[in-house]
């Protein structure tokens, strides 16, 4: 069974203070993993679709990367409207379906 | 640019009630998607529908019922809501090409039963 764990559950950061987000999976099969973020009471909103490790994608202040068994986000430099929960999803199989994680919830105070 | 829109953000239904949740997207994709997010345990697929009048059951589709007639357009149904279908409700739709498989999602529907 396909199994997401991010961590941690809950992340506080200091405006300008830059930190990592993990998403760690035991799948068979990866054929891409994604990262979204979600405002409270809004849906996911896609941010990275990473297909296989080494690769790296870049967004502003964010940066995803991929290894055979996790992923990170980067946050650079965050400001408190970058406060969200981010979420990882895995795609195995042919069925086009996600897996996702619980998420990191982060809040970036001034 | 992509759209994915449900018909209500916030509903307020009683015990034993039918409900109906749609979903529309306007970008041509073939599969679409119902999950269902609980706090503490993340999103989870209900059904999913990769053509139409096409659907199969996803990890939780006890209590629930899809349809899908037109290619844009994906019904969710509660046949008879219970208080533990309380919960926020998330569409999404996604091309069926391989590596073309980003989902994109719906704002949500909050589902309150009484």
């Known amino acids: 069974e396909d199994q997401v764990t991010q961590s941690p559950e809950a992340l506080r950061l200091q405006e300008g203070e830059s930190s990592s987000l993990n998403c760690s999976y035991t799948v068979s099969g990866l054929r891409g993993l994604f990262w979204y973020r979600q405002d409270p009471g809004k849906g996911p909103e896609f941010l990275f679709t990473?297909?296989?490790a080494g690769e790296e994608k870049e967004k502003e202040k964010l940066k995803a990367t991929l290894t055979k068994k996790e992923s990170f986000l980067h946050i650079t430099a965050p400001k408190p409207e970058d406060s969200a929960t981010y979420l990882c999803a895995v795609a195995t199989g042919t069925a086009s379906k996600l897996t996702f994680g619980t998420g990191t919830r982060l809040q970036v105070t001034l | 640019d992509v759209k994915v829109t449900q018909s209500s953000r916030y509903l307020v239904k009683r015990t034993g009630e039918k409900v109906f949740l749609e979903c529309v997207q306007d970008m041509d994709h073939e599969n679409m998607f119902w999950y269902r997010q609980d706090p503490g345990l993340g999103l989870r697929l209900i059904y999913f529908?990769?053509?139409?009048?096409?659907?199969e059951k996803g990890d939780i589709p006890e209590g629930y019922s899809v349809s899908r007639e037109k290619k844009e357009r994906f019904s969710l149904i509660l046949e008879s809501a219970s208080t533990n279908q309380t919960s926020m409700y998330l569409c999404?739709?996604?091309?069926?090409?391989?590596?073309?498989?980003?989902?994109?999602f719906g704002p949500g529907t909050r589902l309150l039963v009484l």
């Open positions: 529908s990769y053509d139409v009048k096409m659907k």
């Open positions: 990473l297909y296989s």
């Open positions: 999404a739709s996604s091309l069926r090409q391989s590596y073309q498989e980003t989902q994109y």
